[in-house]
């Protein structure tokens, strides 16, 4: 996966950001806060991985997908194999 390795500081720094909101939302449930912060914090932990997977899905489809010198069934299985991935993180 050249694309990940090509970005991979910006993916690192998008997932140690997540690890922080995630460990925000763990003190935040810890502490007994309010239902209402603790909603807000999921929310921002959750648009947080869903831009890290458009980041990432984008990268795979422009490197592996739109690569060139890809067989018809070849570029029929990348589909598949995205189309799965989608269906099963939207879950």
């Known amino acids: 996966m050249t694309h990940t390795i090509k970005n991979k500081r910006q993916l690192l ?3 140690r950001r997540i690890r922080g ?5 763990e003190t935040a449930l810890e502490e007994g806060r309010d239902c209402l912060a603790i909603l807000q914090q999921i929310a921002a932990v959750r648009g947080a ?3 890290l997977m458009a980041e990432v899905m ?3 489809i422009r490197e592996h997908l739109a690569a060139e010198g890809l067989t018809a069934e070849e570029r029929l299985e990348e589909v598949d194999q995205i189309s799965s991935l989608l269906r099963s993180y939207l879950k």
Do not use: C, S, W
């Open 13 to 15: 720094a998008r997932v």
């Open 49 to 51: 991985v869903n831009g």
């Open 58 to 60: 984008e990268g795979h």
């Open 21 to 25: 909101q995630a460990t925000a939302l």
